[in-house]
Protein backbone atom coordinates (compact mmCIF):
# COMPACT_ATOMS: atom_id res chain seq x y z
CA UNK A 1 0.00 0.00 0.00
CA UNK A 2 1.35 3.45 -0.87
CA UNK A 3 1.54 6.12 1.54
CA UNK A 4 1.63 9.98 0.94
CA UNK A 5 2.17 10.75 4.38
CA UNK A 6 4.87 13.33 4.77
CA UNK A 7 7.74 12.41 6.75
CA UNK A 8 7.72 13.83 10.28
CA UNK A 9 6.05 11.35 12.27
CA UNK A 10 5.15 12.23 15.74
CA UNK A 11 4.10 8.56 15.89
CA UNK A 12 5.78 5.65 14.27
CA UNK A 13 3.80 2.03 14.74
CA UNK A 14 6.14 -0.72 12.66
CA UNK A 15 5.03 -4.13 11.96
CA UNK A 16 3.63 -4.60 15.74
CA UNK A 17 2.60 -8.27 16.75
CA UNK A 18 0.30 -8.18 19.42
CA UNK A 19 -0.60 -11.33 21.50
CA UNK A 20 -2.52 -12.17 24.63
CA UNK A 21 -1.65 -14.64 27.51
CA UNK A 22 1.18 -15.71 25.07
CA UNK A 23 -1.37 -17.33 22.99
CA UNK A 24 -3.44 -14.88 21.30
CA UNK A 25 -2.40 -12.96 18.39
CA UNK A 26 -4.59 -10.01 17.93
CA UNK A 27 -2.64 -7.90 15.73
CA UNK A 28 -0.67 -9.08 12.93
CA UNK A 29 2.42 -6.87 10.93
CA UNK A 30 0.11 -3.34 11.52
CA UNK A 31 2.24 -0.32 11.06
CA UNK A 32 0.75 3.29 10.68
CA UNK A 33 2.29 6.63 11.17
CA UNK A 34 0.74 10.03 12.72
CA UNK A 35 2.38 13.16 11.33
CA UNK A 36 3.37 16.00 14.08
CA UNK A 37 -0.50 18.37 14.13
CA UNK A 38 -2.35 16.16 12.09
CA UNK A 39 -5.76 14.07 13.07
CA UNK A 40 -5.36 10.73 11.88
CA UNK A 41 -8.72 8.01 11.84
CA UNK A 42 -8.12 4.59 12.55
CA UNK A 43 -11.48 3.10 11.41
CA UNK A 44 -12.76 -0.28 11.57
CA UNK A 45 -15.98 -2.78 12.84
CA UNK A 46 -15.53 -4.23 16.31
CA UNK A 47 -13.11 -6.81 17.07
CA UNK A 48 -10.84 -5.49 14.57
CA UNK A 49 -8.63 -4.37 16.64
CA UNK A 50 -9.04 -0.86 16.96
CA UNK A 51 -9.22 -0.83 20.69
CA UNK A 52 -5.65 -2.66 20.99
CA UNK A 53 -3.88 -1.04 18.76
CA UNK A 54 -3.90 2.29 21.26
CA UNK A 55 -3.66 0.11 24.18
CA UNK A 56 -0.39 -1.17 22.53
CA UNK A 57 0.56 2.26 21.58
CA UNK A 58 -0.89 3.95 25.82
CA UNK A 59 1.45 0.99 27.65
CA UNK A 60 -1.76 -0.60 28.52
CA UNK A 61 -1.17 -4.16 27.51
CA UNK A 62 0.45 -5.25 30.50
CA UNK A 63 -2.58 -5.03 32.77
CA UNK A 64 -4.58 -7.76 30.46
CA UNK A 65 -1.41 -10.12 29.87
CA UNK A 66 -0.70 -8.41 26.40
CA UNK A 67 2.17 -7.31 25.10
CA UNK A 68 4.12 -6.74 21.74
CA UNK A 69 5.88 -9.63 20.53
CA UNK A 70 7.43 -7.76 17.06
CA UNK A 71 7.82 -4.69 15.81
CA UNK A 72 8.15 -1.21 17.83
CA UNK A 73 6.49 2.02 18.27
CA UNK A 74 8.50 5.40 18.66
CA UNK A 75 6.68 8.18 19.93
CA UNK A 76 8.64 11.61 19.34
CA UNK A 77 11.61 9.40 17.97
CA UNK A 78 11.39 7.93 21.51
CA UNK A 79 11.04 4.06 21.22
CA UNK A 80 7.91 2.72 23.88
CA UNK A 81 7.60 -0.19 22.54
CA UNK A 82 6.07 -2.49 25.52
CA UNK A 83 6.91 0.54 27.91
CA UNK A 84 4.56 0.78 30.92
CA UNK A 85 1.52 3.64 30.26
CA UNK A 86 2.89 6.27 32.80
CA UNK A 87 6.27 6.35 30.77
CA UNK A 88 3.92 6.74 27.77
CA UNK A 89 2.02 9.83 29.09
CA UNK A 90 5.07 11.52 30.37
CA UNK A 91 6.44 11.61 26.69
CA UNK A 92 3.19 13.12 26.03
CA UNK A 93 1.01 10.76 24.20
CA UNK A 94 -2.31 10.88 26.73
CA UNK A 95 -4.89 8.76 25.85
CA UNK A 96 -9.27 9.24 26.28
CA UNK A 97 -10.48 5.53 26.97
CA UNK A 98 -13.60 4.19 25.18
CA UNK A 99 -16.76 5.05 27.74
CA UNK A 100 -15.28 8.07 28.88
CA UNK A 101 -14.22 6.23 32.73
CA UNK A 102 -14.65 9.99 34.50
CA UNK A 103 -14.53 9.76 38.05
CA UNK A 104 -18.33 9.92 39.02
CA UNK A 105 -17.70 10.94 42.47
CA UNK A 106 -15.73 14.37 42.01
CA UNK A 107 -17.50 17.45 40.25
CA UNK A 108 -16.78 18.44 36.52
CA UNK A 109 -13.86 20.91 38.02
CA UNK A 110 -12.19 18.38 39.86
CA UNK A 111 -12.01 15.46 36.97
CA UNK A 112 -10.30 18.35 34.80
CA UNK A 113 -7.48 19.25 37.31
CA UNK A 114 -6.62 15.55 38.14
CA UNK A 115 -5.22 15.86 34.52
CA UNK A 116 -2.31 17.65 35.28
CA UNK A 117 -1.27 15.43 38.16
CA UNK A 118 1.92 14.80 35.81
CA UNK A 119 2.46 18.10 34.66
CA UNK A 120 6.26 19.78 36.38
CA UNK A 121 5.49 23.37 34.11
CA UNK A 122 4.60 25.48 37.04
CA UNK A 123 1.12 26.45 38.19
CA UNK A 124 0.43 29.41 35.87
CA UNK A 125 0.45 27.25 32.72
CA UNK A 126 -1.80 24.89 34.47
CA UNK A 127 -4.10 27.51 35.31
CA UNK A 128 -4.10 28.87 32.09
CA UNK A 129 -4.55 25.66 30.36
CA UNK A 130 -7.72 25.02 32.90
CA UNK A 131 -9.20 28.40 31.95
CA UNK A 132 -8.66 27.40 28.01
CA UNK A 133 -10.53 24.30 29.48
CA UNK A 134 -13.95 26.21 30.01
CA UNK A 135 -13.28 28.13 26.81
CA UNK A 136 -13.00 24.61 24.52
CA UNK A 137 -16.47 23.47 26.61
CA UNK A 138 -18.12 26.44 27.41
CA UNK A 139 -21.14 23.61 28.18
CA UNK A 140 -18.72 22.52 31.11
CA UNK A 141 -18.60 26.15 32.77
CA UNK A 142 -22.46 25.76 33.46
CA UNK A 143 -21.77 22.42 35.50
CA UNK A 144 -18.10 23.03 36.91
CA UNK A 145 -19.47 21.56 40.81
CA UNK A 146 -22.07 18.78 39.27
CA UNK A 147 -20.96 15.49 40.36
CA UNK A 148 -19.58 13.64 36.85
CA UNK A 149 -21.65 10.43 37.29
CA UNK A 150 -24.39 12.81 37.39
CA UNK A 151 -23.66 14.27 34.11
CA UNK A 152 -25.34 12.92 30.56
CA UNK A 153 -22.78 11.05 28.21
CA UNK A 154 -22.08 14.24 26.05
CA UNK A 155 -21.22 15.87 29.15
CA UNK A 156 -18.48 12.86 30.07
CA UNK A 157 -16.89 12.25 27.13
CA UNK A 158 -16.24 16.31 26.73
CA UNK A 159 -14.61 16.23 30.43
CA UNK A 160 -12.60 12.84 29.39
CA UNK A 161 -11.11 14.95 26.65
CA UNK A 162 -10.68 18.53 28.67
CA UNK A 163 -8.54 15.95 31.74
CA UNK A 164 -6.80 14.71 29.11
CA UNK A 165 -5.85 18.13 26.99
CA UNK A 166 -4.69 19.29 31.03
CA UNK A 167 -1.65 16.65 30.82
CA UNK A 168 -0.95 19.19 27.89
CA UNK A 169 -0.46 16.34 25.37
CA UNK A 170 1.85 16.47 21.83
CA UNK A 171 -0.64 13.94 21.12
CA UNK A 172 -4.45 12.94 22.12
CA UNK A 173 -5.57 9.99 21.24
CA UNK A 174 -9.33 8.55 21.02
CA UNK A 175 -11.34 5.58 21.53
CA UNK A 176 -14.76 5.92 20.09
CA UNK A 177 -15.74 9.02 20.82
CA UNK A 178 -19.16 8.96 19.52
CA UNK A 179 -19.44 5.81 21.14
CA UNK A 180 -23.66 6.02 22.49
CA UNK A 181 -24.11 9.83 21.97
CA UNK A 182 -26.76 11.33 20.04
CA UNK A 183 -26.32 12.79 16.59
CA UNK A 184 -26.13 16.18 17.46
CA UNK A 185 -23.78 15.37 20.43
CA UNK A 186 -21.44 13.69 17.97
CA UNK A 187 -21.18 16.16 16.02
CA UNK A 188 -20.53 18.53 18.65
CA UNK A 189 -17.89 16.98 20.10
CA UNK A 190 -15.86 16.02 16.72
CA UNK A 191 -16.30 20.01 16.50
CA UNK A 192 -14.01 20.13 19.41
CA UNK A 193 -11.49 18.00 18.22
CA UNK A 194 -11.21 19.54 14.69
CA UNK A 195 -10.47 23.41 17.31
CA UNK A 196 -8.48 21.26 19.46
CA UNK A 197 -6.42 20.05 16.68
CA UNK A 198 -6.37 23.89 15.04
CA UNK A 199 -5.77 26.03 17.87
CA UNK A 200 -3.73 23.79 20.67
CA UNK A 201 -1.92 22.31 17.64
CA UNK A 202 -2.33 18.87 19.42
CA UNK A 203 -2.01 15.68 17.32
CA UNK A 204 -4.66 13.30 17.18
CA UNK A 205 -5.77 9.90 16.64
CA UNK A 206 -9.18 8.98 16.97
CA UNK A 207 -10.28 5.53 16.54
CA UNK A 208 -14.05 5.29 15.49
CA UNK A 209 -16.97 3.19 13.74
CA UNK A 210 -18.70 6.19 12.79
CA UNK A 211 -16.18 6.49 9.30
CA UNK A 212 -18.37 9.20 7.62
CA UNK A 213 -17.52 11.59 10.16
CA UNK A 214 -14.41 10.61 11.64
CA UNK A 215 -12.79 10.99 7.55
CA UNK A 216 -14.36 14.50 7.05
CA UNK A 217 -12.65 15.68 10.12
CA UNK A 218 -9.47 13.75 9.49
CA UNK A 219 -6.42 14.18 7.08
CA UNK A 220 -5.22 10.56 6.88
CA UNK A 221 -6.70 7.78 7.36
CA UNK A 222 -6.47 3.57 8.43
CA UNK A 223 -8.75 0.89 8.05
CA UNK A 224 -8.71 -2.57 9.94
CA UNK A 225 -9.81 -5.89 9.79
CA UNK A 226 -8.82 -8.61 11.36
CA UNK A 227 -5.66 -7.31 12.87
CA UNK A 228 -4.32 -5.84 10.04
CA UNK A 229 -4.23 -2.63 7.97
CA UNK A 230 -6.32 -3.23 5.32
CA UNK A 231 -6.67 -0.22 2.93
CA UNK A 232 -4.81 3.41 3.93
CA UNK A 233 -4.76 7.29 2.38
CA UNK A 234 -5.80 10.57 2.35
CA UNK A 235 -9.41 10.66 4.09
CA UNK A 236 -10.90 12.53 1.26
CA UNK A 237 -9.97 9.36 -1.30
CA UNK A 238 -10.65 7.63 0.80
CA UNK A 239 -14.59 8.80 1.46
CA UNK A 240 -14.76 8.80 -2.64
CA UNK A 241 -13.70 4.91 -2.63
CA UNK A 242 -16.61 2.89 -3.32
CA UNK A 243 -15.76 0.04 -1.16
CA UNK A 244 -15.42 2.29 1.88
CA UNK A 245 -18.72 4.01 0.98
CA UNK A 246 -20.56 0.48 0.85
CA UNK A 247 -19.42 -1.19 3.21
CA UNK A 248 -18.37 1.55 6.07
CA UNK A 249 -20.79 3.88 5.21
CA UNK A 250 -23.36 2.18 4.17
CA UNK A 251 -23.77 3.90 1.02
CA UNK A 252 -24.55 1.95 -2.04
CA UNK A 253 -24.75 2.78 -6.18
CA UNK A 254 -28.16 2.28 -5.78
CA UNK A 255 -28.39 5.05 -2.88
CA UNK A 256 -29.38 2.15 -0.38
CA UNK A 257 -28.00 0.71 2.78
CA UNK A 258 -26.05 -2.44 3.03
CA UNK A 259 -27.88 -4.53 5.49
CA UNK A 260 -25.68 -6.24 8.29
CA UNK A 261 -25.95 -9.97 6.38
CA UNK A 262 -24.66 -8.27 3.11
CA UNK A 263 -22.03 -7.31 5.00
CA UNK A 264 -21.25 -10.50 6.59
CA UNK A 265 -20.54 -11.68 3.08
CA UNK A 266 -18.17 -9.07 2.44
CA UNK A 267 -15.96 -10.28 5.07
CA UNK A 268 -16.18 -13.94 3.66
CA UNK A 269 -15.40 -12.65 0.33
CA UNK A 270 -12.28 -10.86 1.87
CA UNK A 271 -11.86 -8.52 -0.77
CA UNK A 272 -9.13 -6.21 0.72
CA UNK A 273 -7.17 -9.42 2.54
Keep these: M ?15 EVVY ?6 LRGVSLNVPQGSIVALLGTNGAGKTTTLRA ?47 KHLTVDENIRV ?13 KDHEQMYSHFPRLSEITHRMAGYCSGGEQQMIAIARAL ?25 RNIEVINQEL ?18 D ?14 PSRELQNNPDVKEFYMGITQGGGRKSFKEVKSYKRRKRWM
Design 57 to 103: ISGLLKPENGFIRDGYIKFNGVDITNQLGTRVVKEGAVMVPEGRRVF
Design 21 to 26: NDIIQV
Design 2 to 16: ETTAPDNFLLEVNNI
Design 220 to 233: YAYIMESGKIVMEG
Design 115 to 127: GSITRKDGSRSIR
Design 166 to 190: MAAPKMLMLDEPSLGLAPLLVKEIF
Design 201 to 218: KTTILVVEQNAKIALKIS
